[in-house]
């Protein structure tokens, strides 16, 4: 059952170039036009199942924007239809529909009655949304003092604890910390399990191709291509990376010696955009008898690195200090995705590969190596030591989302890794041509 449908759908806005030209063409006698008509969207048409999660992709005005708020009723088409099967809530722009003289409590209600719900409803579900938001005391604050990542905490908070069946998202997980953006994803996978339909816009190649069953690009409000999310995103590189090369031969045209900064021939598509942060933020936790000093990457010429190309190997190295007599030590590493799905973890003792029993003072490096058949695009990694006690393990130090680093890949393929493929063929049965049966 398709519970958002859309047919044939276009928005356009009349500009104008000054603002009495308003005013002279609706006073105008003879019906003169002062205005240049613009088309935000044309012809825009797909369907969405119950229980699917789609993705629209676009650089900065394409009309991501300016979709969800038709979907969400905030605009009305110029042509077109919408068919829209339950209750929707819709988190479109930071604090949109917040006033900032009332208190974040205030907000949650006066939320509730935007979007059609009753206080009695939204009372039911109050301590969901506080639990969820984690704003502390600043729940009673006017939220004109809150920070950004606060505001959308809040938000989507109010947003993901509504009993809907569409959730209309835009760009919303693109704010706060890697520990609520994995709780926002946890969030909108249980809603897809729910048999909840979501939209959501975002610029993240992870969100969409890990989160999305299918996406959309649009382009200068037309819709260039729909399918799988990794064919989708696919196509989106090579368009930014066409406007890109646009760009850089004109400047240089323009420019000319004063545009030397772009002369870069090494670097990639995946250069351009955004770069990882050398620091993830880090959650540590553990006794400490042993304490993991320092963390670094290093490439296949053994140079530090936050961006590794895939099929090249990494090393990761650890140095670890003993702060006490340990006999059973075991140090591991993990890595995921910004939106905490797991991609690879292995720890000294899973490869095999027992400690010696150390002893207070001792002070060493373990080099975890390990080639990187990941797809393109940001991972965060986190590392431990830990002491086994029998059948129990003892936490001597945790340092989760410890950094962040990068894989570029030109590589085209479904998923989170590259598995090395071989691909034969067999004719079991062979049919001749029609020009050699009339040889």
Known sequence: MNTVVVHNLSKSYNLYRRPVDRLRELFSIRRRS????????????????????????????????????LLAGVLQPTTGTIQ????????????????????????????????????????????????????????????KTYSSGMYIRLA?????????????????????DSMFQRRCFRRLEQAKRDGKTIVLASHSAQVIQTVCDEAI??????????????????????????REEEYVERLKLTQ???????????????????????????????????????????????????AVQRGSWVTIAMTISFHRDITTPSVGMAIHTPVGV???????DNADFPLDPQVAGTVLTIDFSILTQFHAGNYILSCGVTEKLGTHVRMLDKRKD?????????????GLAYMETNISVRVKEKVESREEVNR
């Open 34 to 69: 002062y205005h240049e008509e613009y088309w935000a969207l044309r012809d825009i048409s797909f369907e969405v199942e119950r229980g699917k999660i789609i993705g629209l992709v676009g650089q900065n005005g394409a009309g991501k924007s300016t979709l969800l708020q």
């Open 84 to 143: 829209l099967q339950g209750r929707i809530a819709a988190l479109l722009a930071l604090g949109a529909g917040f006033d900032p003289e009332f208190t974040g409590r205030d907000n949650v209600y006066l939320n509730g009655a935007i979007l059609g719900i009753d206080r009695a409803e939204m009372e039911e579900r109050f301590d969901l949304i506080v639990d969820f938001a984690e704003i502390g005391t600043f729940l009673d604050q006017p939220v």
């Open 156 to 176: 989507f908070a109010i947003a993901a604890n509504i009993d809907a069946d569409i959730f209309i998202l835009d760009e919303a997980l693109q704010v706060g």
């Open 217 to 242: 690009l649009l382009d200068h409000g037309t819709m260039l291509t729909a399918g799988p999310p990794v064919n989708v995103f696919h196509s989106y590189r090579e368009l930014l990376s066409r």
């Open 256 to 306: 000319g010696s004063r545009a030397y900064w772009l002369d870069d021939g090494e670097r990639g598509l995946e250069d351009v955009g955004f770069q990882p942060a050398l620091e993830g933020e880090e959650y540590r936790f553990g006794s400490r008898a042993a304490e993991i000093l320092e963390v670094e990457l290093y490439d296949h010429k053994n140079m530090p690195c936050r």
């Open 342 to 348: 797991a991609v690879y973890g292995i720890s000294t």
């Open 402 to 414: 410890l950094l962040v680093f990068q894989v570029h890949s030109a590589k085209r393929f479904v």
